[in-house]
């Protein structure tokens, strides 16, 4: 009889969930259960997902009415850059300045904080906001003569800096442009002080490095913001073997707020490591992925087309690696259990990441290739995503961030294949939303505005840019969780509220699915679980 008891007693106990949810309006994302009403979490994972969950209710449990908020599961940035942001959170970020007089004043203004010699570091100048031009390095030596200066244009793929960043990596008019890169030049041969993809690199090896202490804290503070924004895992596209240890630390010390998937960044003594042994494969950090670069990006004249841009009739853009490179790392990943990841923005990359993908898968596999941004390309190389089984990694605020001159750029027949989500769902190729901050603002209610209106924050264009690419909120809020959990093969571990899977979901301030489109950009995360655990609530 007492071991009846105590049995009956232990099954009591497992059954009393940690956290329970209720009077929800949750959207699921599973089409078996697409809605329901509360659910219940223990040990971190979804242990009843229903109506009532009341007999999950112990008297350590912790009960949360949701007063009919809506609840979505966590959303999953399948490409942001976790150091990118954290150093831009301790720099400048220059997204919003209208003028380069805007940026010169905030440089002078630091300069005169910090000891001569000391580098002035910063990013997301753009030069579409002051009129298209590329500023020169005079306004920025002016500001800053005794420093050295390197900002980051906001697509992380050219440089501005000032004559004593010039000096210090010794770029004369004599320097050669490096493979894949380009020094812009005036009218008298001498640097301008822009320096296009590769390029970025005579100055950046002269730049001293963060010490670890830096790169750790700056992982931290992106991973709080982003989990404040309602980030529960981020792909991180491009990492060290210096930041997954700083992601170690500060899982070990319990820090770490969200889940990241991490890509290793190119094809260096890491990758090789990785190669000798194997994917890591854990509840916070996953590195199963290698990270490509086949082109530069649009907006810096860096990504690679077939054809001259349409405002820029003696450039093509540039290369960043060769078919042969990409199909070699393809072969190793495929036989030591690896994803690739290759960032393509022009048509010409994109073909060139699909065709060297095609001889190594052949054709219709489980691999999970993927091709980060895809973001413009010749009609007919859609269908090789679908017989490859390629990934379409996109982000949809770059269609709202670029709409005013992508067309300029590429002119009437090619933008037909530029941000076309809609083209690749309709074929049945995975579609896995994100932003690419800090190129983009790294709040994802931001992207799921972007796909569903296809408009910026102001509304325009009326019926949105390129209307038919469009999607419906349910299709924006799977690439955001179901796909993005796909891309990274954890399916079976999030981007839908079910039974067994991990226990990461939101709780909104209004019904993404039902309030006008206009009101969805004013979301407001009020509460960010993350295996169970409540990181934030704003209730």
């Not at 009919?68 to 399948?78: E, H, W």
């Not at 841009?309 to 036989?335: C, F, H």
Request: proline share 5%; with cysteine; aromatic share 8%.
């Amino acid at each position: 009889m007492f071991f009846i008891l105590a049995l009956f007693q232990a099954f009591a106990a497992a059954q009393v969930a940690d956290l329970v949810l209720v009077n929800a309006n949750i959207y699921t994302m599973n089409p078996q259960q697409p809605n329901a009403k509360a659910l219940a979490v223990k040990d971190g994972r979804i242990v009843s997902i229903g109506e009532t969950v009341q007999k999950y209710v112990g008297p350590k449990t912790t009960v949360i009415d949701a007063h009919g908020a809506a609840m979505i599961p966590g959303l999953i940035d399948s490409h942001g850059h976790m150091l990118g942001l954290g150093s831009q959170m301790e720099t400048f970020d220059f997204r919003a300045t209208r003028t380069v007089a805007e940026v010169a004043n905030a440089i002078h203004e630091k300069s005169k904080t910090v000891k001569p010699e000391t580098w002035i570091l910063g990013r997301s100048w753009d030069q579409t906001n002051w009129g298209g031009q590329f500023p020169t390095h005079f306004l920025l030596t002016k500001a800053a003569p005794d420093h050295p200066v390197f900002l980051t244009r906001v697509d992380g793929h050219a440089a501005w800096v000032n004559r004593k960043a010039l000096e210090l990596a010794k770029i004369t008019s004599k320097t050669p442009d490096p493979p894949g890169g380009k020094i812009l030049h005036d009218q008298s041969g001498e640097p301008t002080g822009i320096l296009i993809d590769r390029a970025q690199g005579l100055v950046g090896k002269v730049i001293p490095e963060p010490s670890f202490e830096t790169v750790k804290r700056r992982l931290l503070l992106a991973s709080q913001e982003c989990a404040r924004l309602g980030l529960t895992t981020v792909h991180d596209a491009g990492i060290s073997a210096e930041t997954i240890k700083a992601y170690k630390e500060l899982i070990a010390e319990n820090k770490l707020p969200l889940r990241i998937y991490g890509m290793i960044g190119g094809d260096g003594t890491l990758w090789q490591s990785y190669l000798k042994s194997g994917p890591e494969v854990s509840d916070f950090l996953t590195t199963r992925s290698i990270k490509l670069m086949a082109d530069g990006a649009m907006g810096s004249g860096g990504a690679a087309f077939w054809q001259p841009y349409s405002d820029d009739k003696e450039n093509t853009g540039l290369l960043l690696i060769k078919q042969s490179d990409i199909e070699r790392v393809a072969a190793e990943a495929v036989k030591a259990g690896f994803q690739v990841n290759t960032h393509a923005i022009g048509d010409r990359a994109n073909r060139l990441v699909l065709d060297a993908y095609g001889k190594v898968l052949g054709g219709v596999n489980d691999k999970r290739f993927r091709i980060e941004h895809a973001q413009a390309l010749a009609l007919p190389d859609f269908e090789l995503f679908k017989k490859f089984s390629v990934i379409a990694s996109m982000q949809s605020t770059h269609a709202t961030s670029d709409m005013r001159w992508a067309e300029k750029r590429l002119g009437p027949d090619r933008i037909a294949g530029a941000y076309a989500a809609q083209r690749f769902l309709k074929l049945g190729v995975p579609v896995a939303n994100g932003s690419d901050f800090p190129v983009e603002e790294p709040n994802p209610i931001l992207g799921l505005y972007a796909a569903i209106t296809r408009q910026d924050l102001t509304g325009y264009p009326a019926k949105g840019w390129m209307p038919d690419q469009k999607l419906t909120r349910e299709q924006a809020l799977k690439s955001w969780t179901v796909s993005g959990a796909y891309a990274a093969f954890e399916e079976k571990l999030k981007g839908s509220l079910e039974v067994g899977k991990m226990a990461d979901f939101l709780l909104l301030s209004g019904d993404l699915m039902t309030i006008p489109e206009r009101e969805i950009a004013k979301l407001k995360v009020t509460l960010t679980v993350v295996g169970g655990k409540v990181n934030q609530q704003k209730r």
